[in-house]
């Protein structure tokens, strides 16, 4: 859904056929009490300049939470002042590094972390340095479900079922049975049993090892409920597990919506797999890296966010339906051009036109800050650059220049025993007083 769509039923539209009814909850039960206040005055601030469209502001003008933890919290800001000859990545990962290090001094573990990133790319660089300073971390990564071995066996199945002539896939499979769920030591015994066997004699000889699967049963039943007959004939979740219910997730959106087959599903998998993860309910001794998009309705003790300096209206594929005059365009009463600076003086519809997409880029990207800004249950750690034009002056397109100046705040954890310094935000000149 659209932002717009969510600011409708908090107006007075409504963009449902079913009467709205909506519930303001005022309080913040996640964050400690400088969290809240510091995220307060911070939108509420930027809301009188960063946002051009009048209801946008409102909305955010009317965003501040009511404090319920009594602990005190922690916010800092860093501002990396780079040359034009500075690495700017290796500087943001390394000022990454040391703030982990320093939460680990004052009582953290690794897995109260989380590191928030707007892009995989920007993932990616800091998990590979992590991992070259030897910080163990939990990514995006690591969480793809096909890389969960449960995953790609029934992928590897239903490779086998729909081609029994590919012997890959029927050895991959059964290389699930004899490693990961029945340990067996002399594998190639194993799969030199199993290799020259017919579709339905494989089902029958692994009856010998405790798996009885019909075959003919399963081509029978609907899609969601033969993978269903997979996860339960071998035994593939005793207990609960992530990956296996996201991918049944998966599966059942796929066959709602597709005429399901395995073919069909086996294309669409290939086609999505690389972009399906999950997020860990277990707490692993790692610091987790997520993207803020997979945050979202997730909380951690401490919250760092690296590259903070986004550029809100980037964009590299930004187009936009312009109305034309059919008598001049040969009866073709639309194009489709790219949305640049040029749009907005072609007259009245392009002013309206580029300012209105400018206006929903300003309201994602803010909303995409606030989610980012309010996931810390205790700490919250931005790292973002001082960014400035040729003239000297702020460039209002990024985050970092966005900011503005909030009140400061006495930074006090006193469940830690740590005490920080007062901190004034003046975040467009990059001050800390």
């Known amino acids: 859904m659209r932002p717009h769509c969510f600011y409708d039923l908090f107006s007075d539209k409504n963009p449902f056929h079913i009467?709205?009814?909506?519930?303001?909850?005022?309080?913040?039960?996640?964050?400690?009490?400088?969290?809240?206040?510091?995220?307060?005055?911070?939108?509420?601030?930027?809301?009188?300049?960063?946002?051009?469209?009048?209801?946008?502001?409102?909305?955010?003008?009317?965003?501040?939470?009511?404090?319920?933890?009594?602990?005190?919290?922690?916010?800092?800001?860093?501002?990396?002042?780079?040359?034009?000859?500075?690495?700017?990545?290796?500087?943001?990962?390394?000022?990454t590094l040391k703030t982990i290090q320093s939460c680990i001094e004052n009582g953290y573990s690794l897995n109260d972390i989380c590191i928030l990133v707007r892009t995989g790319k920007n993932g990616i660089l800091i998990s590979e340095?992590?991992?070259?300073?030897?910080?163990?971390?939990?990514?995006?990564?690591?969480?793809?479900?096909?890389?969960?071995?449960?995953?790609?066996?029934?992928?590897?199945?239903l490779e086998f079922i729909s081609e029994p002539q590919n012997v890959l896939a029927k050895i991959k499979a059964l290389s699930y049975l004899a490693t990961d769920k029945n340990n067996i030591e002399d594998k190639h015994e194993f799969y030199t049993i199993f290799k020259d066997l017919n579709l339905h004699a494989y089902f029958k000889k692994l009856e010998d090892y405790g798996y009885f699967f019909n075959v003919n049963e399963f081509i029978a039943l609907p899609f969601y409920e033969a993978i269903e007959l997979i996860i339960y004939c071998f035994k593939l979740a005793p207990e609960s597990n992530a990956y296996i219910q996201f991918?049944?997730?998966?599966?059942?959106?796929?066959?709602?919506?597709?005429?399901?087959?395995?073919?069909?599903?086996?294309?669409?998998?290939?086609?999505?797999k690389d972009k399906l993860s999950i997020i860990t309910p277990e707490r692993n001794n790692a610091v987790q890296i997520m993207t803020i998009h997979?945050?979202?309705?997730?909380?951690?003790?401490?919250?760092?966010?690296?590259?903070?300096?986004?550029?809100?209206?980037?964009?590299?594929?930004?187009?936009?339906?312009?109305?034309?005059?059919?008598?001049?365009?040969?009866?073709?009463?639309?194009?489709?051009?790219?949305?640049?600076?040029?749009?907005?003086?072609?007259?009245?519809?392009?002013?309206?036109?580029?300012?209105?997409?400018?206006?929903?880029?300003?309201?994602?990207?803010?909303?995409?800050?606030?989610?980012?800004?309010?996931?810390?249950?205790?700490?919250?750690?931005?790292?973002?650059?001082?960014?400035?034009?040729?003239?000297?002056?702020?460039?209002?397109?990024?985050?970092?220049?966005?900011?503005?100046?909030?009140?400061?705040l006495n930074i006090i954890d006193e469940s830690k025993h740590i005490k920080f310094e007062e901190v004034a935000r003046h975040f467009h000149e990059g001050k800390e007083d």
Not at 260 to 266: E, G, R
Not at 357 to 362: F, I, T
Not at 390 to 407: A, F, I, M, Q, W
């Open 294 to 408: 997979k945050a979202k309705g997730l909380e951690f003790p401490v919250v760092i966010f690296p590259f903070a300096d986004l550029d809100i209206y980037k964009s590299n594929s930004d187009k936009v339906w312009f109305p034309l005059n059919s008598d001049d365009f040969n009866d073709f009463k639309y194009a489709l051009i790219s949305l640049n600076d040029h749009v907005e003086q072609m007259g009245n519809e392009g002013f309206l036109i580029y300012n209105q997409s400018k206006s929903e880029k300003e309201l994602d990207n803010i909303n995409l800050l606030y989610v980012a800004l309010t996931r810390a249950e205790e700490q919250l750690d931005i790292i973002t650059n001082k960014e400035f034009d040729s003239s000297g002056n702020d460039k209002l397109k990024c985050y970092s220049c966005r900011e503005g100046v909030c009140k400061p």
């Open 19 to 95: 009467k709205k009814n909506v519930e303001d909850l005022p309080t913040n039960y996640r964050s400690s009490k400088n969290v809240i206040e510091f995220n307060n005055s911070f939108f509420n601030h930027i809301s009188g300049f960063a946002l051009r469209d009048e209801s946008y502001k409102r909305l955010y003008q009317n965003s501040g939470q009511e404090i319920s933890q009594t602990s005190e919290g922690y916010v800092s800001v860093s501002f990396l002042d780079l040359n034009k000859e500075d690495d700017k990545n290796d500087a943001y990962v390394e000022q």
């Open 247 to 272: 991918f049944l997730d998966f599966v059942l959106d796929f066959s709602e919506k597709s005429n399901a087959s395995i073919n069909t599903f086996l294309e669409h998998f290939e086609l999505k």
């Open 129 to 157: 340095y992590l991992n070259e300073q030897g910080i163990e971390i939990i990514s995006s990564e690591t969480l793809l479900i096909q890389n969960a071995p449960e995953i790609k066996f029934i992928i590897n199945l």
